[in-house]
C-alpha cells in the first residue's frame, strides 16, 4: 500500500494530493494498523447559489458533498489535469471550495457549465430533474477516468467465476466504484433444471413508484420498494449456457455485495406521476436482499444509516424546487440546505416537507477506525 501525500494550503488546511491503491478508501497506515481517513467538514456548513434555476444541481452536490468518500476523493483537483476531466476538476473545485473557502456561499456556474456542455438542458434557466443529472454526473466521471480490463465476455457458468470477473471489470480506485457501485445477480430457473446466473454492477436503485403503487394499492414505503424489485418475476427471457437455448421463465434478483453508500433513487415517472407520500426510516436493513455468499462474515453489516436527501417540493404545477438534507458528523444532525439558507433540522422535517427523489444511505462505520483531517 501506498501512502498519501499530505499538503497544506494557505488556511494551514490540510488535504490529500495523491490517493492509494486501497480499494475501499484513502488510508494511512499508524502503528501498523490500517486506518481510513476523510476529510473533515469544516466548522461551519456552505451553502450554494442558485443563479439561473440551479437549485436541483445545488440539491445534488450537497448530497455528494457529505458524502465522505467522495468529498475525501475529489477534494484536490490538481489530480484531475487532464482536458478530458472537466466534470472531476470541477466537482473537486466545488468540494474544496465548500471545505477551505472562506466564503458562506459558492457558485456551482462552472460546473453548471461544464454539465451543459454534455447536455444543453443543464445550461436552460428551468428545472431539471435531478435523478437525469445524477445519471450523467456518474457516467461522466466513470468516462474521465479510465480503466481497461483484462477480462473479455460477459456470459458466465460458474457463480463464483463469474463473480470475480465481475469485479475485475469495475475500476477499485475510482470513487465511484469504491463508494457507490454494488454487484447484483439475476437468477435464471431454467426448465432443465439448471440455475443461470447474470452478473452486473450498478450505482443506483431505482424505484418505479407508478408500478409499484399498482401492487401495494397507493401506498409505499422504501420496503415495499425493495420487496417489489426483489420479487420473483415469472416470464422473463434469458439464455442458459448450459443446455444452450433461450427460455422464459422464473427469475429474481439478489444483491451481491453492500457498497459503502446505498444510492435509491423513486422514479415518480414524467407525465402521469406517483403523487403520494413515500414513507422511510432512518435506519433500513437490507439483509433480506442480499446473497451473502462473497461478503465476508466481518463485512456483513446490512444496516443503513440515512445521510443525504435531494426533495422536490411543487410550488405551482409548473412551478418546483429542490433542497437537500444532509447528515454532518460533526454536529450529529441533520441539515436542511435550501441554496443558500442553511438550518438545523430533524429527522421528522425530513419525512413530511416535500417529495424525496433521491435517498443517500451511509453503511455503518466503526469510528474508531476514522482518522479526521482538519
Known amino acids: 500500500m501506498n501512502i498519501s501525500i499530505i499538503k497544506k494550503n ?4 490540510t488535504f490529500i494530493t495523491e490517493d492509494t491503491n486501497d480499494d475501499l478508501n484513502f488510508s494511512i497506515l499508524s502503528k501498523s494498523k490500517e486506518q481510513k481517513v476523510i476529510i473533515e467538514l469544516p466548522e461551519k456548513p456552505k451553502g450554494l447559489k442558485d443563479e439561473s434555476t440551479n437549485c436541483y444541481m445545488n440539491s445534488l452536490l450537497q448530497c455528494f458533498y457529505h458524502i465522505k468518500g467522495l468529498r475525501t476523493s475529489f477534494i484536490d483537483p490538481t489530480k484531475y489535469s487532464s482536458e478530458d ?3 472531476c476538476r470541477s466537482l473537486s473545485e466545488i468540494m474544496k471550495e465548500l471545505t477551505y473557502g472562506e466564503k458562506d456561499s459558492y457558485s456551482p456556474n462552472k460546473f453548471k457549465k461544464v454539465m451543459g456542455e454534455i447536455n444543453s438542458k443543464f445550461l436552460e434557466k428551468r428545472l431539471v430533474e435531478v435523478c437525469d443529472l445524477y445519471r450523467t454526473v456518474i457516467d461522466s466521471i466513470q468516462d474521465e477516468i479510465p480503466y481497461e480490463s483484462t477480462e473479455e465476455g460477459e456470459d458466465y457458468i460458474n457463480k463464483k467465476q463469474s463473480y470475480e470477473e465481475a ?18 445477480e439475476t437468477i435464471y430457473k431454467c426448465p432443465n433444471g439448471y440455475n443461470c446466473y447474470s452478473i452486473q454492477n450498478d450505482s443506483s436503485i431505482m424505484f418505479e413508484l407508478l408500478k409499484i403503487s399498482n401492487v401495494t394499492k397507493g401506498k409505499i414505503d422504501l420496503y415495499k ?24 421463465n422464473k427469475s429474481k434478483d439478489k444483491l451481491l455485495s453492500l457498497p459503502k453508500i446505498l444510492t435509491i433513487i423513486l422514479n415518480r415517472g414524467k407525465g402521469k406521476k406517483y403523487n403520494g407520500k413515500v414513507q422511510f426510516d432512518e435506519i433500513i436493513n437490507i439483509q433480506k436482499y442480499v446473497d451473502d455468499t462473497f461478503i465476508e462474515p ?4 446490512f444496516n443503513y444509516k440515512l445521510i443525504g436527501v435531494s426533495t422536490y417540493s411543487e410550488i405551482s404545477p409548473k412551478l418546483g424546487h429542490y433542497i437537500a438534507y444532509c447528515y454532518r458528523e460533526n454536529e450529529k444532525k441533520y441539515f436542511c440546505f435550501n441554496d443558500t439558507n442553511i438550518n438545523i433540522v430533524d429527522f421528522e422535517d425530513i419525512v413530511n416537507n416535500g417529495e424525496p427523489t433521491i435517498l443517500f444511505y451511509e453503511q455503518n462505520d466503526e469510528e474508531n477506525n476514522i482518522v479526521l483531517l482538519k
Open 225 to 248: 420498494c425493495f420487496d417489489y424489485n426483489f420479487r420473483i418475476i415469472e416470464n422473463n427471457q434469458f439464455f442458459c449456457n448450459k443446455c444452450n437455448r433461450s427460455h422464459t
Open 85 to 87: 476531466q472537466k466534470v
Open 10 to 13: 494557505k488556511n494551514n488546511k
Open 298 to 301: 466481518d463485512k456483513r453489516n
Open 167 to 184: 469485479k475485475r471489470d469495475v475500476d477499485p480506485n475510482n470513487p465511484i466504484s469504491k463508494e457507490l457501485n454494488y454487484f447484483y
